[in-house]
């Protein structure tokens, strides 16, 4: 198989999804066939879906906050440490994963693109989101101190803008000039779910090398120059050549 390689020129920005954290146990998104609890995901992840049942949403996010609270970072979150020691501020790690997995096992430069389980906002007034870890009683909706509307987790449902700050930092990370080149690694993700699907072109517009690791092929596959399938915690740790 063909090196990744990693030198002192390259600059490397990863993008993961639910897939990296499968072999930590938590059940991947469209693993569940779209489906929890027989609910579409969609009723359950998506402002339309808390307007209507605030109380069926909490149970939800709180059944997988007590599901990911004791787990741990699996070998393939690790590699990505070891990669950003390498090449420090030449790392950037956009994760759409919500499990706090990555900063668990160490990584610093990362963005939380869809938002954090660990993290609670207010749907109805701007107080600053707060970290919180929760797990509140099966039929409650919890309430903000400060206005005494409903709370909602920090995270960033379907229909729902991504934080402009983030977007931007990834942006920055893409179309900086500092003579290195760029190099884009996603893994673990079903390549569906936009605009992070469509990261793969944003770089190969400034012709970066890019690169899959998935377990199955993904929507955008064709996408990228290099498709290594299989598990992220069995190739990560061997696929990158630190130089
Ligand atoms: C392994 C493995 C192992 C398993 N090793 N691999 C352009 C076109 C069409 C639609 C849109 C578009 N732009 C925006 C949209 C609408 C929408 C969207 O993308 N819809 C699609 C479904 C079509 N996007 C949005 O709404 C986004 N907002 C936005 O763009 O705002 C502006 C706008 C709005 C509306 C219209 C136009 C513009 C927001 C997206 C937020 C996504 N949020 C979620 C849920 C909340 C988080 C949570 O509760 O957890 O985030 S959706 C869900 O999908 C979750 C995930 O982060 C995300 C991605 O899923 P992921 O990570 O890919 O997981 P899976 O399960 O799908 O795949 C796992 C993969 O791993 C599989 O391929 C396995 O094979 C593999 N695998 N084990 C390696 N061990
Ligand atoms: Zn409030």
Redesign the pocket.
Known sequence: MEPLVLDSRTRLLVL?????S??SGVP?????NGLWENHP?EA??SPQGFEANPSLVWR??SQ?RAGAADVKPNP?HDALVRWEQHLGDRFLLA?????GLHTKAGSQRVVD???N?FRTKCADCAREPFADTTVHPSGTVPKCDSCGGRLR?D????????DPKDLARIGEFISRQDGTRLVFLA????????????IVDEVRSVRGDTWL???????NTERFHHFVQ??????LPTLAKLA
């Open positions: 993961t999804g639910a897939g990296v499968a072999e991947t998104f469209r693993g569940m995901v359950v992840a939800f996010y997988r393939g994760t759409q994963n919500v499990d693109m869809h938002g389980l987790p995270i960033v449902w379907f229909g729902e803008m991504l893994a673990g993700t079903s390549g569906a779910v936009w605009p992070a699907a469509g690791v998935n377990y199955e092929s993904a929507a299989g598990q992220s915690g069995q190739v």
